[in-house]
T-cell receptor, first 113, second 115 residues
């Protein structure tokens, strides 16, 4: 079972790029990586997902090195509204209907003016 | 689609009472997950269903917890009897597997307080 480690908290200023790294040393071959964002009193919201190399969408980029033992969520030019908790999830689609899901403990990102 | 719907949004009950949390997944999704979130333990996967069938309930903390999915559009998580340590936010999520990856869509959660 993959174990994930994230920094507890990070501070940044508006307009800066923020990189949050998640360590998952014992990730398995079939595991994929997903990042979620959670605001207070809301459920986690999907940000980005990937398996290897780099993935980019309209809100973030996900960098996964060749050994896949870590992944980095990159948020370009953050604003105050990006203040939230960010979770990495290592998941695997096992045989049949089985799933293996390991959420990180979350990183509280605070964006300062 | 309205997204994953959970009810009630807030529940306050007394120790020993039965609590039932409800979830309506996104239409067309074939997986449904129940999670519990606390400050101490973070997000914990309790149980998940595929096509209304429970696949893995190893995360259910005790026999006091039970979950059902009678049809594709409805699931319940029941706690009987409830205890103060069950106080948490309970999330329901649904997904539809595509390829080798899966995206879960979470509901707004039910905040449970057991006195």
């Amino acid at each position: 079972l993959a174990k994930t480690t994230q920094p507890i908290s990070m501070d940044s200023y508006e307009g800066q790029e923020v990189n949050i790294t998640c360590s998952h040393n014992n990730i398995a071959t079939n595991d994929y990586i997903t990042w979620y964002q959670q605001f207070p009193s809301q459920g986690p919201r999907f940000i980005i997902q990937g398996y290897k190399t780099k993935v980019t969408n309209e809100v973030a980029s996900l960098f996964i090195p060749a050994d896949r033992k870590s992944s980095t969520l990159s948020l370009p030019r953050v604003s105050l509204s990006d203040t939230a908790v960010y979770y990495c999830l290592v998941g695997a689609l096992l045989g049949g209907s089985a799933r293996q899901l390991t959420f990180g403990s979350g990183t509280q990102l605070t964006v300062l003016p | 689609d309205a997204g994953v719907i959970q009810s009630p949004r807030h529940e306050v009950t007394e120790m020993g009472q039965e609590v039932t949390l409800r979830c309506k997944p996104i239409s067309g999704h074939d997986y449904l997950f129940w999670y519990r979130q606390t400050m101490m333990r973070g997000l914990e996967l309790l149980i998940y269903f595929n096509n209304n069938v429970p696949i893995d309930d190893s995360g259910m903390p005790e026999d006091r917890f039970s979950a059902k999915m009678p049809n594709a559009s409805f699931s319940t998580l029941k706690i009987q009897p409830s205890e103060p340590r069950d106080s948490a936010v309970y999330f329901c999520a649904s997904s539809s597997t595509q390829g080798v990856e899966e995206t879960q869509y979470f509901g707004p959660g039910t905040r449970l307080l057991v006195l």
